[in-house]
């Protein structure tokens, strides 16, 4: 099975930086997803790690490292719209579930 | 428009009466998938699909049941023996050989009165 570790909370200003980290444990996966869900909303895709390294899209850059079992989200120039919860996920070899961490809430602050 | 569309959006149900939430997509994926979502927690999956005519329980799955006799559709039944159904379900999709990407839909908010 797989288990994802996130921060539950993380509060900065606009403008700012804010990195989210994700650890875990699995026994094999094909790669760490990214979602963002807006309070009363669905989950929507942001970014997908199948190698190590980072991957880029606008604001927000996702990073692998395998063999540190661990993963983050970086969110660059803060706005008020990035307040949100954050999930990472992966999806096992042997069965195919995507399965997510417990979410990190960011509050975006004037 | 491509997408995944669920119903009802809220939906409320006495105790010991089963509910059924459905799940359509038009994105001709074959792979599908049913959240559970707590507040202020994360997603976890009751139940999934590969492929039509077959499923699998996924970490949740006591309580409920699902069906899967089309590509397009994937309803959730919650049945009466779920002990604390009141929660907000949700349906995604993603194409096979897609390792990375699943579409939801909007959602079911259940409440059990």
């Known amino acids: 099975g797989q288990s994802l570790e996130q921060p539950s909370e993380v509060t900065a200003v606009e403008g700012a930086i804010v990195q989210i980290n994700c650890t875990y444990q699995t026994s094999g996966f094909y790669g760490l997803s990214w979602y963002q869900q807006h309070d009363g909303g669905a989950p929507t895709f942001l970014s997908y790690n199948a190698l190590d390294g980072l991957e880029e899209t606008g604001r927000f850059s996702s990073f692998l490292s395998r063999s540190d079992s661990y993963g983050y989200l970086l969110l660059q120039e803060l706005q008020m719209k990035d307040s949100a919860s954050y999930f990472c996920a992966v999806r096992g070899y042997n069965d195919y579930k995507l399965s997510f961490g417990a979410g990190t809430t960011v509050t975006v602050r004037a | 428009d491509g997408g995944i569309t669920q119903s009802p959006k809220y939906l409320f149900r006495k105790e010991g009466q089963n509910v059924t939430l459905s799940c359509e997509q038009n994105l001709n994926h074959d792979a599908m998938y049913w959240y559970r979502q707590d507040p202020g927690q994360g997603l976890r999956l009751i139940y999934y699909?590969?492929?039509?005519?077959?499923?699998q329980k996924g970490d949740i799955a006591e309580g409920y049941s699902v069906s899967r006799e089309k590509k397009e559709s994937f309803p959730l039944t919650v049945t009466s023996a779920q002990k604390n159904p009141t929660a907000f379900y949700l349906c995604?999709?993603?194409?096979?050989?897609?390792?990375?990407?699943?579409?939801f839909g909007e959602g079911s908010r259940l409440t059990v009165l």
């Open positions: 995604a999709s993603n194409a096979q050989g897609n390792t990375g990407e699943l579409f």
């Open positions: 699909s590969q492929i039509v005519n077959d499923f």
